[in-house]
């Protein structure tokens, strides 16, 4: 099959083999177990470390979605090795994971980019890109028979994630599910990183997507996919899913036991 982005980050981020991939999401789920449910889940907010670091948090978002039935899933990322300016969404044929490889989804993808100036079909930003890419298996896990719409935002100003967030509201359905991955504050002690990820706690669980916004614009806090998040909890709302909760917080020094420089990491839902 022609146009199949490969993985960039098996063997570094998650294991390379389908069953050590499988035995450990497995067992990430399985240590993430939540008594409460979800209705109507629209999004949820992941981040996208190794998994030795993240996993357990990116877990308690993907079981808010256990036995639910989604045909499409728009993974929307940061891009960490390039800028460019624009929103790119593949414009191959599959990703590829130890675990096979999942379609995207080129109906939606074209009504996404049809019209606008700012997102367009292309393999800017998805080429060496982890921030998507470390969604899938945990998708391929849980879900069977979907498709992706993989986006990566070389821009996250205002305009250009408000504009994707008005696109997308257009085009899904209660059998799509937005994924806005991201990790949060970056290479600060523990306690200053609580002062800033606090900041998109509250945010998102007040579902204040202008707010969110303006704090990442005002350096109030930090969120490398923050972009995504606004965009994902922006066309939430627009389709009338305005109920958000923070699953799990937490950060990298719990596994390292270094508390003087740590990452962020956060899961969330956004539901009705």
């Given at each position: 099959?022609?146009?199949?982005?490969e993985?960039?980050?098996?063997?570094?981020?998650?294991?390379?083999?389908?069953?050590?991939?499988?035995?450990?999401?497995?067992?990430?789920?399985?240590?993430?177990?939540?008594?409460e449910?979800?209705?109507?889940?629209?999004?949820?907010?992941?981040?996208?470390?190794?998994?030795?670091?993240?996993?357990?948090?990116?877990?308690?978002?993907?079981?808010?979605?256990?036995?639910?039935?989604?045909?499409?899933?728009?993974?929307?990322?940061?891009?960490?090795?390039?800028?460019?300016?624009?929103?790119?969404?593949?414009?191959?044929?599959?990703?590829?994971?130890?675990?096979?490889?999942?379609p995207?989804?080129?109906?939606?993808?074209?009504?996404?980019?049809?019209?606008?100036?700012?997102?367009?079909?292309?393999?800017?930003?998805h080429?060496?890109?982890?921030?998507?890419?470390?969604?899938?298996?945990?998708?391929?896990?849980i879900?069977?028979?979907?498709?992706?719409?993989?986006?990566?935002?070389?821009?996250?100003?205002?305009?250009?994630?408000?504009?994707?967030?008005?696109?997308?509201?257009?085009?899904?359905?209660?059998?799509?599910?937005?994924?806005?991955?991201?990790?949060?504050?970056?290479?600060?002690?523990?306690?200053?990183?609580?002062?800033?990820?606090?900041?998109?706690?509250?945010?998102?669980?007040?579902?204040?997507?202008?707010?969110?916004?303006?704090?990442?614009?005002?350096?109030?806090?930090?969120?490398?996919?923050?972009?995504?998040?606004?965009?994902?909890?922006?066309?939430?709302?627009?389709?009338?899913?305005?109920?958000?909760?923070?699953?799990?917080?937490?950060?990298?020094?719990?596994?390292t036991?270094?508390?003087?420089?740590?990452?962020?990491?956060?899961?969330?839902?956004?539901?009705?």
């Open positions: 099959m022609k146009g199949i982005r993985p960039a980050v098996a063997g570094m981020f998650y294991p390379a083999t389908s069953p050590k991939l499988k035995e450990q999401i497995n067992q990430l789920l399985n240590e993430a177990v939540q008594l449910q979800y209705s109507n889940v629209a999004g949820i907010v992941s981040p996208h470390a190794g998994y030795l670091y993240s996993g357990k948090t990116a877990a308690h978002g993907f079981n808010s979605l256990l036995k639910r039935d989604y045909e499409t899933v728009i993974i929307i990322s940061p891009s960490h090795r390039e800028y460019f300016r624009g929103i790119s969404i593949y414009d191959g044929e599959a990703y590829r994971t130890p675990l096979g490889d999942v995207v989804n080129k109906e939606m993808i074209e009504k996404i980019t049809t019209d606008s100036k700012i997102i367009f079909k292309g393999i800017q930003g080429k060496g890109e982890h921030a998507v890419e470390v969604q899938i298996p945990f998708l391929q896990v879900m069977n028979g979907f498709s992706i719409v993989p986006i990566v935002l070389g821009d996250q100003s205002r305009n250009f994630v408000f504009e994707l967030a008005d696109k997308l509201a257009l085009v899904i359905d209660d059998k799509t599910l937005i994924i806005a991955s991201s990790d949060l504050s970056h290479f600060y002690s523990r306690s200053m990183a609580d002062k800033l990820d606090s900041v998109v706690e509250s945010d998102i669980n007040n579902n204040d997507y202008e707010k969110l916004q303006s704090d990442l614009e005002t350096g109030r806090c930090e969120a490398c996919g923050g972009g995504a998040i606004v965009a994902m909890m922006r066309t939430a709302n627009l389709i009338n899913k305005k109920k958000a909760r923070v699953l799990f917080r937490t950060d990298s020094g719990d596994v036991g270094d508390h003087s420089e740590v990452v962020g990491y956060l899961s969330a839902v956004i539901y009705s």
